[in-house]
């Protein structure tokens, strides 16, 4: 066993309903190795790093096709992160959410592969439709890169939604389970995107933090799933209909990430009441002592 892997979370990939060859790799490249490197770290940011609060992990279905839709939120895929290792971590048998990510990963060296062994794959419609139809949960962002280049400003809204995963999941006739991540932006605070940069590094910009790189500060984060979404038809229809229905999933995201943001609120509310208490405690006791002397 690798020093890199806990023996406890290669037990839980062991447990994961995926077809893995006696090699330990997927049909899609999905590596059980891989993977229980990937959780091993993620267990850390999730548990201990940042406070992660999760809300309606039952909302997400146990066994079967999915589709987990959500926002975008920071600089980086933090939430994406965070998606995948809350579907690991919570549920019970704990899933893989994979995601479609984006097509510059696949030319950067090392990235690509890195994201194939870890179930992540690049954003091809025709291999959504596989995963789905393997009865797979699969992860959407449809505002694209254009979400994690949010500013901080811009952190809690939503940009323009692609349309694509709608005619996908009508087609496939898979339920949407729409979720709310808050807290990615505040944890990396973006105040410009470096165009010139992502250039020269192979990727769309680098954001640019107040601390200058992109590394995430230890903060609260707020995931909230939602009900299942089901939309009849083919996914052929006109794009009045699709975009009607976009803007239904659209619109439960955006009360999501008002709800995350409400529950953030109150959390940080007690934490900073909790400590005041403990320092007025601790006052206390020392007043106490200073009296009997």
């Known amino acids: 066993m690798s020093l890199l892997i806990d023996p406890e979370i290669a037990a839980r990939v062991d447990r994961l309903e995926i077809p893995f060859n006696r090699y330990g790799v997927d049909p899609y490249g999905a590596s059980k190795e891989h993977l229980a490197r990937l959780f091993t770290a993620f267990r850390f940011f999730y548990r201990h790093y940042f406070t992660v609060g999760v809300e309606g992990m039952q909302h997400v279905p146990a066994r079967g096709r999915a589709m987990l839709v959500g926002n975008h939120s920071g600089g980086i895929a933090l939430d994406g992160a965070m998606v995948i290792t809350s579907c690991f971590f919570e549920l019970e048998p704990p899933r893989l959410a994979q ?3 984006e097509k510059f990963m696949a030319k950067t060296p090392f990235m690509g592969l890195f994201a194939t062994r870890s179930g992540q794959l690049t954003g091809l419609v025709e291999t959504a439709e596989h995963l789905l139809h393997d009865e797979r949960l699969l992860m959407i962002f449809p505002e694209g890169a254009r979400g994690t ?6 952190r809690n809204t939503l940009v323009h939604f692609g349309s694509g995963f709608m005619r996908l999941a009508m087609k496939t006739r898979t339920p949407i389970v729409p979720f709310g991540f808050v807290g990615g932006g505040e944890a990396i605070p973006t105040i410009a995107n470096s165009y010139a940069l992502g250039k020269l590094l192979g990727a769309p910009y680098v954001p640019i933090t107040p601390w200058g790189v992109a590394l995430p500060a230890p903060v609260r984060l707020e995931l909230t799933y939602s009900e299942p979404m089901r939309f009849e038809g083919t996914g052929t229809e006109e794009d009045e209909v699709i975009e009607a229905n976009v803007e239904r999933v659209k619109q439960r995201i955006a009360g999501l990430i008002e709800h995350g943001r409400e529950r953030r609120r109150k959390a940080l509310a007690w934490s900073r009441g909790a400590e005041d208490e403990a320092l007025r405690e601790g006052e206390d006791v020392g007043t106490k ?5």
């Open 149 to 154: 280049a949010k500013l901080y400003p811009e």
């Open 99 to 101: 995601g479609m990510a």
């Open 289 to 293: 002592k200073e009296e009997q002397r």
